[in-house]
């Protein structure tokens, strides 16, 4: 029998050393990981394949959200030369992986026990038909505010807990002559801040029922009215210049001293730290006010394109087994401003912003208090977050009123699903 078994062992080790040589061949990652932050993040996984003899072969579409990147892709596809790997979100990974284009993943899945460490929200996005498809690298939410510490002490403004104290608070730095709200004034990010406005206005019933079951009544209700008021209310604390502005260039407005808030998914703590600033000291991060308990999240995940040669294959196995690795889901998302997107990893790597995102979402996923994000895919395909998106941005930008922008959005959601 150990003769038997030795002989199995040799024949493995072989085995693995020809894989190991076919690892030898590059990843070619699509992302849309260009600002300061995530380019530090992304780093991190590049050394990380690096060091496993996987080499990187760059290619980058600018713009948060991914809108742009998904572009690109469609026309690579179409052009019949997909990249092995890509950034993707949500409802995207099941659109592309029902048009039967992903790699079947679950060689590597079953190897490391995925099914058993990655949460239960990750896995409705990571796997098609029963089948890992992509390789989820964190967990963000969108539902948070960044702020600026030493305005809000300077002014005698206290951490904000609900929206009545949200709204006093960006009026009082108004009133001072400096920019209350940072905000970049592109359709995803109106939808960013839309996500965090939902829920503090009715709630996650109020948001599954309207955005997820795309309930035509909630879409309509007296409710909605008060979100998209909310959302003007939000628009008149923004400076003249938001329009068309990137998002890490609000972040920027926070950390330099012009600006008190933001309100973005947790990425935006990756520009705050690449600029050495410290939670608690520097600048704070809480949930939308109205929103504590609830988590609208988004998971970045690497859904790896079908490839016929084998070594591009074991290229992408070998990424997708070192994205799920423990130690690198830490390293990565400590960078990153994301948390893990497996339950087993320890929080004593993180920043207190850090530890108190891993906590809500294990409690939020626990507590039916979990939602995915509307304005990153999680909560529709694109088609339904397109024709929001148009509504929210039309309405934020002064073309709609509140009542029109809620009889828009019933029609536009009727017309889109
Ligand atoms: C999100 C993505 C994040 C972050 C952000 C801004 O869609 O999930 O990782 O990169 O866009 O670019």
Same mark, same amino acid.
């Given at each position: 029998m150990r003769g038997y078994f030795g002989r199995k062992t040799a024949f493995v080790a072989a085995l693995l050393a020809t894989t190991s040589m076919a690892m030898a061949e590059d990843v070619e990652v699509l992302h849309w990981w260009t600002s300061g932050g995530e380019a530090a993040a992304l780093n991190v996984l590049k050394q990380d394949l690096a060091a496993k003899g996987i080499g990187w072969v760059d290619m980058p579409v600018a713009g948060g959200g991914g809108e742009a990147a998904m572009t690109t892709l469609r026309a690579r596809v179409t052009a019949g030369d997909a990249p092995t790997a890509v950034q993707m979100l949500g409802f995207d990974i099941q659109d592309w992986a029902e048009q039967g284009k992903l790699a079947n993943l679950d060689a590597v899945a079953t190897e490391e026990g995925w099914d058993k460490v990655v949460p239960a929200a990750l896995q409705a996005f990571s796997k098609y038909d029963g089948h890992w498809v992509s390789a989820p690298v964190n967990v963000h939410s969108t539902n948070w505010v960044w702020a600026n510490k030493s305005i809000l002490d300077g002014l005698g403004i206290a951490q904000p807990t609900t929206w009545e104290e949200f709204v006093a608070a960006m009026q009082k730095v108004k009133d001072s002559g400096k920019t209350a709200l940072a905000h970049g004034g592109q359709p995803w990010q109106d939808a960013t801040m839309f996500d965090g406005v939902v829920l503090s206005v009715g709630g996650v019933e109020f948001y599954k029922k309207a955005f +997820? @079951?795309?309930d035509p009544a909630a879409l309509g209700s007296d409710q909605m009215v008060e979100v998209f008021n909310r959302m003007a209310t939000l628009r008149s604390f923004a400076d003249d210049n938001f329009s068309g502005r990137d998002w890490n260039l609000a972040s920027a407005m926070v950390i330099n001293n012009e600006a008190a808030f933001q309100i973005m998914g947790d990425w935006a703590k990756g520009e705050f730290l690449k600029a050495g600033k410290v939670p608690g000291k520097d600048f704070l991060c809480f949930r939308v /006010? !109205? $929103?504590? !308990?609830d988590v609208s999240f988004n998971s970045d995940q690497f859904a790896m394109f079908a490839q016929t040669d084998p070594a591009a294959q074991a290229a992408q196995a070998e990424m997708a087994r070192a994205i799920m690795a423990p130690s690198f889901q830490s390293a990565f998302n400590v960078v990153k401003g994301s948390v893990p997107a497996? $339950? @087993? +990893? /320890?929080? @004593?790597?993180?920043d207190d912003c850090g530890k108190q995102g891993m906590k809500e979402l294990a409690d939020a996923s626990a507590n039916g208090t979990l939602v995915g994000s509307i304005a990153h895919g999680h909560a529709n395909k694109a088609a339904v977050k397109n024709a929001i998106y148009d509504v929210v941005t039309a309405n934020f930008n002064g073309e709609t009123d509140a009542k029109t922008a809620v009889a828009n959005l019933v029609s536009a959601v009727e017309a889109a699903k």
């Open positions: +997820v @079951d795309l /006010p !109205g $929103t504590q !308990g497996r $339950t @087993d +990893v /320890p929080n @004593d790597a993180f």
